[in-house]
Structure formats: C-alpha cells, structure tokens
C-alpha cells in the first residue's frame, strides 16, 4: 500500500517558513560567535600561550582538537556512505539487512578504538599535570605562598621575606614556584597566558610553578565560584627583567611608610588611617607585620601603584572615597564592610589621598602595561 502526502500551499509555505527560521537562527548564532571570537582581552588568553604552563596547555589543547576532528569526520564520512550507498531507492526489493547483533569482531572495535582514543589524550595530560606540580627543585628557584581570600590574593616571598597582595612580581624566564592555600573557601588560582588552573583548598598546599617567556602584565582569575564578588577576585601577575626585580624587591623591602614624605593633606589622611584602626587589618610596609603572616585585608603597600583595585576599580580619589564610605555597595561580600567606625566625606578624602601616596618602587605593573 502507498501514501502519497500531498501538501497544499498554505502548508508549504508554513514548512518553509520554520525550516527558513531555523536557518536564520544557525547563521545568526555564528555570526555572534565569530564575532564574540574575536573580544578579549591581551594577556588573558589561553590560545596565545607566554608561559611554560600554558604552552603545554595549548598543546593538550590542540591534541585534543585533533582527536575530536577525527571522530567527527569518521563519523560523517560513514554517515554520507551509509546514505548514498544503502538508501533504498525506487523499484529495490524489500530486504532485511544483515543482524550484526553479537558480532564480537564489531564491538571490539568500536570498545578499543574509544579507549585507545582515551589513552591518547589522558597520558599526556597527566604527565603535564604531575610534571607541573613536581617541586624537587623548589629550593633553587623563587617560592612564593599564596593565600586566597574572599575576595582577594595575598603573596608571601619566603627567601626575601617581603608581603604583598594582588599584583604578584616575577622575573621572566625564570621558575616561581607558588604554594597555594585559603583561608575560607575554596579559591582556584589561574593566569590563562601563563599557565594552567590549581585549585586552592583550606586543608592542603598546592603547588606548581611558572615561567613566563615574556615580560608585561598577566590577568588572572579565580576559576572557582567563591562568593556573590567571585568574578570581581582579580589579580596581576607583573613580569619583569632580572634586573627589575632584584631592584623591586630591594625597594620592597627597605620601604617603611613611616619615613614616606607625605603633603599635609595625606598626613591627616596616615593619622586618620591608624585612628580609625585600618591598620588592624591593612599592612602599609614590611614592618607592620611579619614575612609568614597573613593580615585580615589586602597589603596597601604599592596602593599608589597599583592600576585597579577591589579587583576592577580605577584608583581615583573619586572610587577610593566611595569604596572606604560603602564597600559593599561595590564588592558585595567583602569583610571590609561594617569592620570600622563610619567616615565622613572629609575623612574620607583624606584617607585616600594618603593611600594614592603608598608607591614603594618606581618598578610598577602601568610602567610593563605602557
């Protein structure tokens, strides 16, 4: 018995116009995704790789590719095979297929061949993730602790005995191996043109280093959810020369903010900022508490220097006065808010033009960003 299906206009038309429609949204999806392809941001990248790590992550990355674009095309050259060579077509006779149903032959290939697949992947990929993680010659290169906080980094340098927070200093081409732990929840540490994630957890250390090739400023991120200011947990990674850095952490370590020449007006703003007990949370210099420790709020040490802060702020006088008057209406979550006697507006001010003052060295993150 045969069905002829015979649409009439007005179905014709309806068919067309919902296949048409769905075209229309495939072409515009691609287009948004192409176009979308090309946002970003320089140094925030895993797909331009400018560090050790990350050159081993982009070569998963593309072994991985590779992998999938095979299966892909072995399944679409079967699928067109199968469609040309097998469609029944006007005037065959009616057969049953051959049953391939217990075949062992056949389902040994298609189990192997996804497991030899597997292999190739995971083999490289675990060795990538233990090499990285492998410390036996930590005590030859630079050692930094690195404690994550809600939602905010802090930067212990053992050998050199300084403390910062935010905006991490290496030198290039040279291994830092960096020791992760949190004081809340769980953090995880990443620099996408540098290296791979680590996961931060309260109970262990976590370790692995990295090398960067070039110098100039890296944007990292905390790649796991952490809090409702979670995507405001930004930080630097500022690569500079050997050089630089040596003179970086010379400047680091013989700065003491008591010296620092300040104008009127910022010197209202330091007395202000120790009456208001700022400093029970805030360290300004390496004397206000020892190498090891980790103070309640970030380091203000290099503030002045500093190109963003609470993660993605601008330091004007006009922010930092906002942030100080109302933090959470800024960075929802953070501990700053309701820690310290209200300011006012004039209070304010002056504290933050003391803050703007806080420039350590003339080794910077805007002097590697120009």
């Not at 998963?60 to 590779?66: A, G, K, S």
């Not at 469609?87 to 290939?109: H, S, W, Y």
Request: charge should be negative; proline fraction near 5%.
């Amino acid at each position: 018995m045969k069905f002829n299906v015979v649409l009439n206009e007005k179905e014709r038309y309806a068919y067309m116009k919902g296949w048409m429609g769905k075209l229309r949204a495939l072409i515009l999806l691609g287009s948004l995704a192409f176009i979308l392809s090309g946002c970003g941001r320089d140094n925030l990248t895993a797909l331009v790789p400018k560090g050790y790590g990350a050159d081993i992550s982009m070569q998963l990355i593309i072994l991985t590719t590779v992998v999938m674009t095979f299966v892909f095309l072995v399944v679409i050259i079967l699928y067109v095979i199968v469609l040309t060579r097998f469609r029944k077509k006007k005037g065959d006779p009616v057969i049953t297929p051959e049953q391939v149903e217990g075949n062992k032959t056949l389902e040994a290939v298609w189990t192997i061949i996804p497991i030899i697949l597997v292999v190739i992947m995971a083999v490289p990929t675990v060795f990538a993730t233990f090499h990285l993680a492998d410390d036996s010659d930590a005590e030859d290169h630079i050692n930094i602790d690195i404690t994550g906080n809600q939602y905010w980094w802090h930067y212990d340098y053992q050998d050199e005995e300084i403390s910062t927070s935010q905006d991490l200093y290496i030198p290039v081409n040279t291994k830092v191996y960096i020791h992760l732990i949190t004081n809340d929840v769980l953090h995880s540490f990443w620099v996408p043109s540098l290296s791979g994630k680590l996961d931060v957890n309260p109970e262990n250390t976590n370790t692995m280093y990295i090398e960067a090739y070039e110098e100039g400023v890296y944007f990292g991120k905390c790649a796991e959810l952490c809090g409702p200011s979670h995507s405001l947990m930004d930080f630097k990674v500022v690569v500079v020369s050997e050089e630089e850095y040596e003179q970086w952490v010379a400047d680091m370590q013989n700065f003491d903010s008591e010296k620092l020449e300040l104008d009127p007006v910022a010197q209202e703003g330091k007395e202000l900022f120790e009456e208001k007990a700022c400093l029970s949370c805030h360290a300004t210099d390496t004397q206000n508490y020892s190498a090891g420790s980790v103070p309640i709020g970030p380091d203000l040490t290099q503030f002045g220097d500093r190109s963003r802060f609470a993660g993605y702020l601008e330091p004007t006088k006009e922010n930092l006065v906002k942030w100080i008057q109302d933090p959470e209406s800024l960075k929802p979550g953070n501990l700053m808010t309701g820690a310290y006697p209200e300011v006012s507006d004039d209070e304010a001010d002056k504290i933050a033009e003391y803050l703007l003052q806080l420039k350590p060295s003339s080794v910077t993150a805007e002097s590697k960003e120009d």
